[in-house]
């Protein structure tokens, strides 16, 4: 018998159409499926310890043997909502920001923009565990998944981010897709790019099972986060790639 091979993700609400195939179809048999945070998605990539994960892109670079794998990930046209830059005052006013190191693509995308979009020096810091309370006065934050999401009316400056990228490249974004750090079966790699498209024909059930109060999840699902990365969005992820 086959060893399984370790699939690891985050269990983010923009995730679950994704994992909702996964969880629901025959290749759930071949796999162990781990949920983490996304910056501990890459460690276990780069330590290989797991084969295949939903990795934020501005950690591809650092997998050995790092290769995407299926058509599917999470990306956006547009609006994301839920990665932004949240503040008290106007983005011209702010001048430090508590960085969000749960995932280090969001990180990466703010610093860019700040420094070539906004064309604004400020300090970085470190998020700590509450970090949400310190944005007050001068110091903003970035906020991802869920949490943006909740916060989005506690704030009466937010900034999107995936937004802010389509007006200063004019193109889509990438924030994770499935990468592997090596070669795995073509018949697994087929069934498992048909699973991920199972959840998105699927989307009433998945909004049913994951009440939500703070934002429309079918807006959310099938207006701001765009699950089929097409070439248009493999032009942003490279571009991107080339900035970090």
């Not at 993700?9 to 996964?22: E, H, Q, R, W």
């Not at 969001?106 to 906004?118: D, F, G, N, R």
């Not at 903003?140 to 999401?149: M, W």
């Not at 499935?178 to 795995?184: R, S």
């Amino acid at each position: 018998m086959a060893p399984k091979i370790s699939v690891a993700a985050v269990s983010y609400l923009n995730t679950k159409p994704l994992l909702y195939g996964i969880e629901r179809s025959d290749i759930i048999n071949d796999i162990d499926l781990i949920v983490d945070y996304p910056s501990g998605l890459a460690k276990s990539l780069q330590e290989g310890t797991i084969d295949l994960a939903l990795l934020p892109v501005a950690a591809i670079p650092s997998i050995p043997g790092a290769r995407i794998v299926s058509d599917y990930g999470i990306a956006a046209d547009g609006n994301v909502v839920s990665v932004a830059i949240f503040s008290r005052v106007p983005i011209e006013e702010i001048t430090s920001v508590y960085l969000d190191y749960q995932s280090r693509t969001s990180v990466k995308l703010a610093q860019i923009l700040l420094e070539q979009h906004w064309i604004k020096e400020v300090e970085y810091r470190p998020a700590t565990e509450h970090f949400i309370e310190y944005i007050n006065g001068t110091n903003a934050a970035v906020i991802i998944g869920d949490r943006a999401l909740q916060q989005l009316h506690n704030f009466p400056y937010v900034y999107d981010l995936s937004a802010a990228w389509k007006k200063h490249t004019g193109l889509d974004f990438v924030f994770a897709a499935w990468v592997a750090n090596k070669e795995l079966p073509a018949d697994f790699l087929n069934k498992f790019n048909e699973a991920n498209s199972v959840g998105i024909a699927h989307l009433p059930e998945i909004i049913s099972d994951n009440p939500f109060p703070w934002y429309d999840l079918r807006t959310y699902y099938t207006e701001n986060i765009k699950y089929f990365i097409d070439e248009e969005k493999k032009v942003g992820l490279t571009r991107f790639l080339s900035m970090i």
